[in-house]
């Protein structure tokens, strides 16, 4: 291993971290970089805030061979680690400067399992316990870790991962011959045992899927995600599209479609916040979802028995299934009905409905809201 300097490993390390979105926020993909060279990203809070965190890997250095993974094992890149208290060293400094409020650690296995999640521990111990710090930790928990490590983890950290990369067996060996797929779900079951103790991280358990990088089909990633959220109370999962990396086996494959990850967070969404289930969701006929329009106006499409939905009397699970209607727009129509009746497409335009996507699909007092919408275009023309 070349000897590297402290920034040079920091900005080796942080940039390697980019292939883990576990820390990332779907939908706001802005990053910059920090004085040190690393990344720092925005992160959703289960209270709904953002916060900056740095994201970065203990050890790029690893023993697994994971055809798709910049870090794999035998792969042409520079190589390096950082200690426990050099770490600390780094996010203290751009902490105390405000540029951060939280911590991102993932690390390549280094050495060995033992070594590397032991290490990654250390690091964020010293930072609760000697320096007090209170913040966002999301610690990334390897496949291999024993159950005592795993048990610290979730009371040091304000959320954990496990990252299970492919939704079955088969799956995950064409992609990552070294990981074992029964092993990983296992961790999922001890977390969701020491849950029901009422041990678990504030913040929850996520996961990660490879989206492309072997041949499974979007209903199969689904499937399983809809499993790890039932079974196992998952905060989040998410979904990463293939990107070929130089240096690896998997280097002349090309990038997956980036549609197909939105479509799949689409769904994701669906499922966690508007009360679809699995069989509600269009698929092709080649278990992919399409992706020239989006999974809820396709569910729209193939109903037409349930629309046009009245605005002034639907109900907010009704609501939820017009397209271009969210959560908090269809709270404030119910909200504003209390008051009174609404009476034109401009309330809808102004709480934040996309007009164009959700009037073919509303009637506002027994009037088409699209017919509404074409005059208010016209007295433009």
């Not at 009371?155 to 995950?172: G, Q």
């Amino acid at each position: 291993m070349a000897f590297l300097d402290f920034d040079d490993k920091v900005r080796l390390l942080a940039d390697s971290a980019r292939f883990d979105l576990c820390g990332s926020c779907f939908g706001q993909l802005s990053r910059k970089s920090s004085p040190q060279g690393g990344w720092i990203y925005p992160t959703s809070l289960p209270d709904g805030r953002v916060v900056k965190v740095l994201k970065i890997l203990l050890s790029n250095d690893c023993v697994h061979n994971c055809f798709y993974c910049a870090n794999r094992l035998g792969s042409p890149f520079r190589r390096t680690s950082l200690k426990a208290e050099e770490l600390v060293k780094l996010f203290l400094h751009l902490w105390q400067k405000g540029l951060v409020k939280g911590l991102f650690l993932s690390s390549a296995v280094s050495r060995d399992p033992v070594w590397t999640m032991n290490e990654m521990l250390r690091t964020v111990e010293i930072l609760r316990k000697k320096f007090n710090f209170k913040g966002y930790v999301h610690l990334k928990i390897l496949p291999e870790a024993t159950h005592d490590y795993i048990e610290e983890a979730v009371h040091l950290a304000s959320r954990v991962s496990v990252n299970l990369e492919a939704p079955n067996p088969h799956h995950l060996s064409s992609i990552a011959p070294q990981k074992n797929f029964s092993k990983i779900m296992t961790l999922f079951s001890f977390l969701s045992d020491l849950r029901r103790k009422g041990l678990c991280a504030p913040a929850g358990i996520t996961t990660q899927f490879v989206v492309g990088g072997s041949t499974e089909k979007d209903r199969e990633i689904l499937s399983t995600a809809f499993s790890l959220y039932k079974k196992f109370y998952l905060a989040r999962v998410y979904y990463s599209a293939f990107q070929p990396v130089w240096g690896t086996p998997f280097a002349d494959r090309p990038a997956v479609n980036p549609w197909r990850e939105v479509r799949l967070y689409q769904v994701d969404y669906l499922l966690r916040k508007y009360r679809f289930s699995l069989s509600e969701i269009c698929f092709s006929e080649d278990g992919n979802l399409p992706l020239d329009k989006d999974p809820k106006t396709l569910w729209a499409l193939k109903h037409p028995e349930f629309f046009p939905v009245e605005v002034n009397k639907a109900s907010f699970e009704d609501l939820l299934r017009v397209p271009g209607i969210g959560s908090l727009s269809a709270k404030r129509i119910v909200e504003v009905r209390k008051e009174g009746k609404i009476t034109d497409v401009s309330f809808l335009k102004r709480i934040g409905i996309r007009l164009k996507k959700a009037a073919p699909f509303l009637l506002i007092n027994g009037k088409k809201a699209c017919d509404s919408v074409r005059k208010q275009l016209s007295l433009f023309y």
